[in-house]
């Protein structure tokens, strides 16, 4: 059984993240849908979904973008896990329909963010600071959650940092499987986003710098989170039982 990855940019990679599935025994099939690669035909060896960020926007007219938001309804649906990060956050948004738009400016550095107080009792941010600055290179944010979504944190410039829909479908606006050299890559790519933004690449990587140690700690404890309650290897998950 196997965690399905969606990659959208040669840089926005699995990180942290797939580095810690894998340590905990987790199969990984990474599909470069911007390379050409397929989405599989069907989920019955799937059992996880982690889609992730990348330069492009809801709506583009991409060949891979409506069939993975296709592919993320029947994930949710079935009650697989599932884990957005960036464009993948909002590619959950969009396909459970929500509503995502572009910023006025993006927001990119390392924004403090606030952990909600029902994101303050879920099991996936346990042991994880209530106001973390985490990594964010995004120009488009969700402004409209999912029906029956949960906020589970929030920054001054995007309300909509991390939600929870139904049990096991998680997004995250920013980018918690970065490490270093991910987060210097990112920043020194997109010199106009920058510009946008009102920042210089210099000052980003100075604050990446002053805030990095913290920030991965968190990240990694996200990680082990997600890769031991919300995917844990070698368990085939039921659907969530609902009331009559």
């Known amino acids: 059984m196997t965690i399905l990855i969606c ?28 390379r050409g690669d397929p989405l599989p035909g069907d ?6 979904v982690v889609t992730l960020g990348g330069p492009q926007h809801v709506g583009d007219d991409t060949a891979w973008m409506e069939p993975e938001c296709e592919l993320l309804r029947r ?7 599932v884990v957005g990060i960036c464009l993948g956050a909002q590619l959950i948004a969009h396909a459970l329909g929500g509503e995502v738009e572009p910023m006025d400016k ?28 985490q990594f964010a290179h995004h120009a ?28 096991r479908t998680y997004a995250f606006q920013y980018h918690f499987e970065c490490d270093r050299p991910m987060v210097a890559d990112l920043i020194r790519a997109y010199p106009k986003s920058l510009q946008q933004a ?27 989170n997600i890769a031991t309650l919300l995917m844990p290897a070698g368990v085939s998950l039921a659907p969530i039982p609902t009331s009559a």
């Open 7 to 34: 990659q959208h940019d040669d840089m926005c990679r699995s990180g942290r993240l797939g580095l810690t599935l894998r340590d905990q025994g987790h199969k990984m099939d990474t599909r470069r849908l911007h």
């Open 43 to 48: 989920l019955d060896d799937i059992t996880g």
């Open 75 to 81: 994930a949710h649906a079935r009650e697989l896990p």
């Open 106 to 133: 993006p927001e990119i550095g390392f924004p403090e963010v606030g952990i909600t107080p029902t994101g303050q009792t879920d099991a996936i941010l346990a042991g994880i600071a209530w106001t973390i600055p």
């Open 140 to 167: 488009w944010r969700i402004t409209e959650l999912p029906e029956g979504a949960v906020l589970l944190a929030s920054s001054a410039h995007c309300k909509q940092q991390a939600y929870r829909v139904g049990v």
């Open 198 to 224: 009102g920042v210089t690449e210099r000052d980003c990587n100075k604050d990446a710098d002053e805030h990095y140690q913290f920030f991965a700690r968190q990240a990694d404890r996200l990680c082990v």
